[in-house]
């Protein structure tokens, strides 16, 4: 059985919105796209580089998706870590308006999203990974479904746009399990789910 990884751009106050380009994700109002670009120096790309090796299918949400689907196939040169991995492997769609997927090896998925990434995660050897894909990512929190969270904290502050974690998030505990910070001041850390939260007092 493999498992689900979700790789996250947030800002220091949490927004994960268009981290790529001013034209990615204009949705609410949101002018402020492409806050993650100034920011991807070579510790970032060896990282992004690492986390496409341990890849053996994605699951995108909608957006995401279509943002990838219009540029990625446009790369096709074979030793491209990300783009030979994003073109050549399955791809998993959950959609209920996506008919006729143009890019080769994408799966729609249409079923319960619970069940039918409990039955991806199955047939998974390796790891089913997730970027981007706020709302897709929100939902796998709620269904306990993420196994783990690579989580890139930039040293930014918008003050507006989508969040990750969103108010009423599942509350939710895990493991630090490693870290690094890059040239460029961005916080690498990922973290394995342990389950529910556990609580005290002083």
């Known amino acids: 059985m493999?498992?689900?990884?979700l790789t996250a751009f947030v800002t220091l106050d949490g927004v994960h919105q268009a981290p790529g380009g001013p034209e990615e994700d204009p949705s609410?109002?949101?002018e402020q796209g492409g806050w993650s670009v100034p920011y991807g120096d070579e510790d970032f790309g060896r990282f992004m580089t690492d986390v496409f090796s341990n890849v053996d299918a994605f699951l995108l949400g909608r957006r995401t998706y279509e943002i990838f689907a219009g540029y990625w196939p446009k790369i096709t040169d074979p030793a491209d870590p990300i783009a030979s991995k994003l073109n050549a492997l399955p791809k998993y769609v959950p959609s209920s308006t996506l008919t006729q997927p143009a890019w080769e090896g994408t799966t729609v998925i249409t079923g319960d999203l619970g069940k039918e990434v409990a039955?991806?995660?199955?047939r998974t050897e390796g790891e089913l990974q997730v970027h981007g894909s706020a709302a897709l990512a929100q939902s796998l929190f709620a269904l306990d479904l993420v196994d783990t969270l690579?989580?890139?904290?930039?040293?930014?502050?918008l003050g507006?746009?989508?969040?990750?974690?969103?108010?009423?998030a599942a509350p939710t505990a895990f493991r630090h399990a490693g870290g690094t910070t890059t040239g460029a001041g961005v916080a690498i850390h990922t973290y394995e789910r342990e389950g529910r939260p556990t609580y005290g007092s002083y």
Do not use: I, Q
């Open 150 to 157: 690579h989580l890139l904290t930039f040293p930014v502050v």
């Open 160 to 168: 507006a746009g989508r969040r990750l974690f969103a108010e009423g």
């Open 28 to 30: 609410g109002g949101f």
């Open 2 to 5: 493999g498992k689900l990884t």
């Open 119 to 122: 039955a991806l995660k199955e």
